[in-house]
T-cell receptor, first 115, second 111 residues
Framework: GAGVSQSPSNKVTEKGKDVELRCDPI?????LYWYRQSLGQGLEFLIY????????KSGLPSDRFSAERTGGSVSTLTIQRTQQEDSAVYLC?????????????FGPGTRLTVT | RKEVEQDPGPFNVPEGATVAFNCTYS??????FFWYRQDCRKEPKLLMS???SGNEDGRFTAQLNRASQYISLLIRDSKLSDSATYLC????????????FGTGTRLLVSP
């Protein structure tokens, strides 16, 4: 079946511009996660959605970052006034539920380059 | 201090060798642990869960030592296709539940 998809696969933007990254989770998965991975760094948790519960935004690095999940499915991560340090691969993952017993399935990521 | 720490490597081993990676975690409340595999420029994929009693999946063996707060992964009879980055992951059940990833250990298996 279809896995997690993300778009665009690559995005180059100028410093100061806003960007939107999209994630389509696996159908029926209630949990959705955003991570970012900088060169040589581990995955950094950004935000987590579970069903209709309030999202866990504890990983968002600044108020320039926001995310929403519409209809419990598609999610958009928005970065306003991008900075060079925002350059990274942004990965989305989904899982069938909340809890360690549910495997997280990752999308291919969006490679963001801020010039 | 990172919540999950790993030796970044790279570990260079010949085909057929046995190689072991360790990982330490600082949050004693972490309840579940995993090893993920990430190929170059690809997304991470679950390799195996780690249980207290230790578990084996073919050539791969994972173990958890809660007293010392470390996790290990042993790969026997290394294949060229094992070349990848191996991510140690802890699942935190405090507050919002989420996975905490280590930075990964890179393995290069050569002919």
């Amino acid at each position: 079946g279809a896995g997690v998809s993300q778009s665009p696969s690559n995005k180059v933007t100028e410093k100061g511009k806003d960007v939107e990254l999209r994630c389509d989770p696996i159908s029926g998965h209630t949990a959705l996660y955003w991570y970012r991975q900088s060169l040589g760094q581990g995955l950094e948790f950004l935000i987590y959605f579970q069903g209709n519960s309030a999202p866990d935004k504890s990983g968002l690095p600044s108020d320039r970052f926001s995310a929403e999940r519409t209809g419990g499915s598609v999610s958009t991560l928005t970065i306003q006034r991008t900075q060079q340090e925002d350059s990274a691969v942004y990965l989305c993952a989904s899982s069938p539920g909340q809890g360690a017993q549910y495997e997280q399935y990752f999308g291919p990521g969006t490679r963001l380059t801020v010039t | 201090r990172k919540e999950v720490e790993q030796d970044p490597g790279p570990f260079n081993v010949p085909e057929g060798a046995t190689v072991a990676f360790n990982c330490t975690y600082s949050n004693s409340a972490s309840q579940s642990f995993f090893w993920y595999r990430q190929d170059c420029r690809k997304e991470p994929k679950l390799l195996m869960s780690v249980y207290s009693s230790g578990n084996e999946d073919g050539r791969f063996t994972a173990q958890l030592n809660r007293a010392s707060q470390y996790i290990s992964l042993l790969i026997r009879d290394s294949k060229l296709s094992d070349s990848a980055t191996y991510l140690c992951v802890a699942f935190s059940n405090t507050g919002f539940q989420k996975l905490v990833f280590g930075t990964g250990t890179r393995l290069l298996v050569s002919p």
